[in-house]
């Protein structure tokens, strides 16, 4: 048993006995832009930090620092899991129970919240530590003076900058003794921080883990701190530029355990730079000595782009590497001169990328937009480049934000620059500064259609067909494509903070923001679940259309795609359908409403798959209509839209291919045995413009289409009951095989 003076660290003179002590670690999420805490039904990325003082906190209780006193140990991650502040108030006031908040790995984003919460605890007598990257940058770069460090000495929450490995278990004891003091600095020196070598190791919580999508998924730190200067990087001036790493037999060690008693299999190392570890090598050596074990574990990790030591790669790899996070920044060389990232060479990233390839390791780039040589047009053409020439499998898109604890911030202090003076924004999707080249508006819309650019379904298409013969590949970068395209696009959040399914308390919400009542908050909620519906239902068809056209097909389906193929190529060669098609779809938006129409036709006919000498003759006497169609709209149509009639009609009077025909006839009586039925091959289509045959729901689309269209203008008489059954039927079946293979995939756990 142990006495105290109370739980506000001397505040309180009533001495009390303490039969518990109840340490609870909160890792707080942010609010949105109406107030609004984030918080998903499950969550993707968990926390590092909240797993080290959990770590650290067991280790004290491992180790009977306090004798027999009961350490009970509570976790939450606020982003999956709704932090119970009232549940905690009334654990607080148990007999015997002496309990003590902290807020870790608080962000300058997170920041406000964690006040507001710490606020609420304070108002019930609970002591409350508050630490994190905002505290440690803000104090190491600029002092305790600055207003929100002295926000928290006032309200009496004490404050921790810095690494707390060798420090934990003396802050603890300073609490229980009632001498808690109101700041433990330990960053300052940044040459002589903590040695983590046998440090405790990060400690995953059950109970928190079960709030999250993927429950295998762990994230740990092997190693901190970065040798490079990069001007807007925290890490550096927190961590230091000396690494420090801890000992590879202990994550080994750490690795076993959580695969035994937590079925934990996939890691995201957290170290700011794997590739400058100096026992890098090691620690890969021990991790393969586990996969010989039998034990399937597999990991990301963050690199530079500077030159790696010789066999890094191939080891990787070996080890279970199988995705690694790249700072690249930017694409433009004077972007990457601006912000001291002088290892990033332009010209290197296709041959670097390729390597992790060979490798068969997946490529994630973070890219900064709003760098200073960055335009809304430059952005554009840069996004057409990264994906097109440098081809990462992934992209991470951050709006440029000065951070506390960065060279950058305080350079801006110095000047006097603007800066948003609320936190929350801080958060990488705000734009808070003034760029040179871009208002606000033109910086947001440019970093959005980043997003949509990289996460088109084109480019989808494109990444996944890389990995096609590499199913754990292939499975994963479908996952992370589901993933990042909800979080940016529909839920418009950065993925690195968000999860599946956004979750709306009523009463939490920023302080200032009113309250909504019962029927207000739940009629919005209706209005904007349904739209969310919506939009979920096209991206589930969308991500149906890049699996059909990426999947692996089997030798059959090969077989068949290639008969196919090598006879419609021929004829629509020789008709020249790909360019007239490229040409139409160029002029499409600019053309009037009555001449679209009359060409409609011509997406049909173009991606139409012929199996017989019927279909040949029907399709051949089609588009002998379409042909005169747009001879007829020459004579009527305005010279801007004639011009566009003119380009496709010379094109079309210089093809000659009546000799062709009847050979073309004998070749599909000879094709007709070999081909299964329609109903199997009912999800082909021809790709006019690349010339091949392709797996695409677009025939399904079309008739969705035609019938919401009839639906909503009322012409019942159109729509056709029995051709929209079966298409419903085809989808669903669709749909569901979709579903099944996914989740087969999924029962293997994410490697």
């Known amino acids: 048993q142990l006495t105290s003076l109370g739980g506000e660290g001397g505040e309180q003179a009533m001495l009390a006995r303490i039969d518990k002590f109840h340490v609870v670690l909160i890792k707080p999420s942010k609010y949105d832009d109406d107030g609004y805490l984030i918080r998903f039904w499950k969550g993707v990325l968990p926390s590092n930090t909240l797993n080290v003082l959990h770590g650290l906190t067991e280790d004290v209780r491992a180790r009977r620092v306090f004798n027999n006193l009961p350490i009970e140990v509570t976790t939450f991650d606020e982003t999956a899991e709704k932090v119970p502040i009232e549940r ?67 309200e009496n929450i004490c404050v921790v900058s810095g690494e707390v490995e060798g420090k934990w278990e003396g802050i603890l004891s300073d609490y229980l003794d009632g001498q808690l003091k109101p700041l433990y600095s330990f960053a300052q020196d940044l040459q002589n921080l903590v040695d983590i070598d046998d440090a405790p190791l990060p400690k995953a919580s059950s109970k928190t883990m079960k709030h999250f999508a993927y429950p295998s998924f762990a994230t740990a730190d092997t190693s901190r701190g970065c040798p490079f200067a990069c001007s807007f990087c925290t890490i550096i001036n927190v961590q230091g530029r000396k690494m420090r790493e801890r000992s590879p037999a202990s994550i080994a060690a750490m690795m076993r355990r959580n695969y035994h008693d937590n079925g934990l299999s996939f890691y995201f190392f957290t170290d700011d730079n794997f590739a400058r570890k100096k026992l890098w090598r090691e620690t890969f ?8 074990e039998g034990l399937d574990v597999t990991f990301m990790m963050q690199v530079d782009l500077a030159r790696k030591p010789k066999d890094f790669v191939t080891l990787a790899a070996k080890a279970g590497c199988s995705q690694v996070f790249i700072g690249m920044e930017s694409v433009n060389p004077q972007n990457l001169a601006a912000e001291d990232k002088k290892q990033n060479k332009v010209d290197e990233y296709r041959g670097i990328i390729k390597e992790w ?36 499998d992934q992209a991470s898109f951050f709006m440029l ?12 202090r110095r000047r006097g620059d603007w800066m948003d003076p609320d936190f929350n924004k801080r958060d990488s999707f705000h734009a808070t500064i003034k760029h040179p080249l871009m208002s606000a508006e033109e910086w947001t819309e440019a970093y959005e259609d980043a997003w949509k650019t990289f996460y088109s379904k084109e480019n989808m298409i494109k990444s996944l067909s890389k990995w096609t013969d590499n199913p754990n590949n292939y499975w994963n970068l479908m996952a992370i494509f589901f993933w990042y395209k909800n979080a940016a696009l529909i839920e418009k959040q950065h993925p690195m903070v968000a999860g599946f399914f956004r979750l709306k308390d009523r009463k939490d919400r920023r302080p200032g923001y009113a309250v909504e009542s019962i029927p207000v908050h739940y009629w919005k909620r209706t209005k904007e679940i349904a739209a969310l519906l919506i939009l979920w239902t096209k991206f589930i068809k969308e991500m149906e259309e890049v699996w059909l056209q990426t999947r692996k097909k089997s030798e059959t389906e090969e077989r068949w795609l290639e008969q196919i193929q090598k006879t ?44 017989s000498r019927r279909d040949l003759n029907r399709f ?106 079966l298409a419903m039927a085809r989808d669903f079946s669709l749909t569901t095989s979709f579903a099944n293979t996914f989740r087969e995939f999924s029962k293997l756990g994410t490697h």
């Not at 019930?124 to 305790?144: A, C, D, E, K, R």
Request: charge should be neutral.
């Open 88 to 154: 905690i108030i009334r654990w607080s006031k148990e007999p015997g129970t002496n309990l003590l908040v902290c807020l870790v790995g608080v962000q300058t984003n997170q920041f406000p919240r964690a006040l507001d919460m710490a606020r609420r605890f304070k108002a019930h007598g609970i002591t409350v530590i508050l630490g994190g990257f905002h505290t440690s940058g803000t104090i190491n770069m600029l002092g305790v003076d600055e207003p929100d460090i002295q926000e928290l000495l006032r």
């Open 285 to 292: 050596e021990e991790i393969i000595k586990l996969r010989k």
């Open 357 to 392: 390839h060979d490798a068969g390791v997946l490529v994630h780039t973070g890219y900064i937009i709003g760098l200073p040589w960055d335009s809304k047009e430059q952005v554009a053409e840069d996004m057409r480049f990264l994906k097109d020439e440098v081809g990462p």
């Open 401 to 412: 934000t000065p951070l506390p604890g960065s060279h950058d911030h305080r350079e801006m």
């Open 568 to 611: 419609q190529s021929d004829i629509w060669q020789a008709l020249r359908i790909g360019e007239i098609q490229n040409i139409y779809n160029n002029a499409k938006d600019t053309l009037p409403e009555r001449v679209k129409n009359l060409l409609a036709p011509l997406d049909d006919l173009s991606s139409r798959i012929l199996y």
């Open 620 to 725: 051949l006497k089609q588009w002998e209509h379409l042909r005169q169609s747009i001879q007829d709209l020459r004579l009527i149509e305005s010279e801007t839209t004639r011009k566009w009639l003119d380009e496709i009609q010379q094109i079309q009077n210089n093809i000659r291919f009546s000799d062709r025909v009847h050979e073309w006839q004998d070749t599909y009586q000879r094709l007709r045995d070999s081909l299964p039925s329609k109903t199997q091959l009912s999800l082909i289509k021809y790709d006019a413009i690349n010339d091949r045959v392709i797996y695409s729901r677009q025939e399904l689309q079309r008739i969705w289409s035609e019938s919401l269209s009839n639906l909503r203008q009322f012409k019942l008489w159109e729509i056709r009951p029995l051709r929209l059954s």
